[in-house]
């Protein structure tokens, strides 16, 4: 009876994750094909069949996390030597050739246009002990009609384009993922109906510049437009987009649809002239805060967010200064800072005039700084408003209490008051605390 058990007992897969949502959503892409090929996901990793890892080339922690990951599989193919390793992504697609001569007992390396291949991968290495490598870039995979594989949730991330085209001195993505591509308009509104259809109130629309789709002479603001009138979604978000193509149209679709969220994360990287030349960023300082000001003219109360990258090659301490200075004059809701990290294969790594590692600490630190004084400032404007919240999940601090976000992107934490997950409330802000605001809820409102 064991025997005949074991025969058909459904094999298993394990995936993990690191890096940008994009990632996210392409383990998703993953998962559904390996469920169609009859495995089952299991939460223990080292029970699982396969062992997949998606990772991320772009910053050298994520390179530094998979690296040790990697050492922990290899000690449970050990143990279990018919366990399939898969390397997955960008990294795979940037550094197939060393991960191949340090780490042989990887069995799969593919990379991000190559998941339809799997299923024939994965019969083959029933009667191929050789390690299989398929990391070649396609100008036109979109993985058009192969919907992810969803479990269920509050929010869900639709790709709708894959690549980059603005090169980027920084950025390995244009070699990693390959040049621009944007899926079918009708195929992404099938997703996102099919998404709304399984309960989800919130899609995330992700591009490596998001808002440089363009199928066949649609842009994104028309996709923007047509996502917008489908019933009983909530809320729609984008990241993330690229300066040079936010356009007063993407803007006024935003401010005419209340279910487009009036938040906009706007990538800066740096406030000097000279260094945002220098990374191939294709605006200026003046460009940037002239965006500034025509979005927050059309879109009133607009979050916004930021990208910063602190000792890029060649940085004095005045282009510094210039990063500061812009800061203060934007006042940004938040954002994400970084060291400057070079990546092999990108321009910018053969720049001589590297900053200094300690220096680069100290004005990652000063940006960090001050931007928690802006978000705190900005956040203690809304004390005393009224703010619709989407409630995502329990808050960590209490278990009588909810987390979720406006709907410019601000975390609220208040009681829950009969409410559910789900459902959309009126949030009295009382008071901000950190990144975080606190409030009580006035009354529970109708889901959308």
């Not at 993985?143 to 894959?162: C, E, H, T």
């Not at 923007?224 to 990241?239: D, P, Q, V």
């Not at 459902?423 to 950190?434: S, T, Y």
Request: aromatic letters at 8%; glycine letters at 4%; charged letters at 30%.
């Amino acid at each position: 009876m064991n025997f005949q058990s074991n025969l058909i007992k459904k094999k298993t897969y394990h995936i993990e994750t690191y890096g940008c949502q994009m990632n996210v959503a392409d383990s998703e892409l993953v998962e559904s094909i390996l469920i169609d090929e009859g495995y089952e996901k299991s939460d223990d990793i080292n029970s699982a069949d396969a062992i997949f890892v998606n990772t991320c080339a772009i910053r050298e922690q994520a390179e530094e996390k998979v690296h040790s990951q990697l050492g922990r599989y290899n000690l449970i193919k050990k143990n279990k030597p018919e366990t399939l390793i898969g390397v997955l992504g960008c990294m795979a697609q940037n550094l197939k050739d060393d991960i191949l001569e340090s780490k042989p007992y990887v069995d799969i390396i593919l990379g991000p246009d190559s998941y339809r291949k799997i299923p024939i991968i994965l019969k083959s290495r029933q009667d191929n002990s050789k390690n299989i490598v398929d990391t070649k870039l396609s100008r036109y995979e979109v993985y058009k009609d192969l919907f992810p594989k969803r479990q269920s949730g509050i929010n869900a991330w639709v790709s709708i384009m894959r690549g980059c085209d603005k090169f980027c001195t920084f950025c390995i993505v244009p070699f990693t993922r390959g040049r621009e591509r944007s899926r079918d308009i009708h195929g992404i509104i099938e997703e996102v109906q099919q998404i709304v259809d399984n309960g989800y109130s919130e899609v995330t629309l992700l591009g490596q510049n998001v808002n440089s789709y363009n199928f066949n002479n649609l842009m994104f603001h028309n996709l923007l437009e047509e996502i917008a009138k489908i019933n009983k979604l909530k809320r729609i978000r984008y990241t993330s987009p690229h300066p040079q193509d936010i356009t007063k149209d993407l803007l006024h679709v935003m401010k005419e649809y209340d279910n487009i969220c009036n938040y906009i994360h706007l990538p800066l990287q740096a406030g000097s002239n000279k260094i945002l030349k220098r990374m191939n960023r294709t605006y200026t300082r003046e460009n940037f805060i002239e965006l500034v000001q025509t979005i927050r003219k059309i879109i009133p109360n607009v979050g916004l967010s930021t990208d910063i990258i602190v000792g890029f090659p060649g940085e004095t301490e005045q282009n510094f200064n210039d990063t500061l200075d812009l800061m203060q004059e934007v006042k940004f809701d938040s954002a994400f800072n970084f060291k400057y990290s070079s990546r092999p294969g990108t321009k910018a790594s053969e720049y001589e005039d590297q900053v200094d590692e300690k220096e680069k600490q100290l004005r990652l630190q000063k940006v960090i700084d001050l931007q928690k004084k802006h978000t705190l400032e900005l956040n203690k404007k809304l004390v005393g408003t009224i703010q619709k919240v989407l409630i995502e999940k329990e808050s960590k601090l209490s278990s009588d209490q909810w987390a979720g976000r406006t709907d410019s992107n601000k975390w609220v934490v208040f009681n829950k008051n009969n409410s559910v997950v789900n459902n959309i409330v009126e949030v009295q802000i009382e008071k901000a605390k950190g990144i975080t605001l606190h409030g009580k809820i006035l009354q529970k409102m109708e889901a959308a």
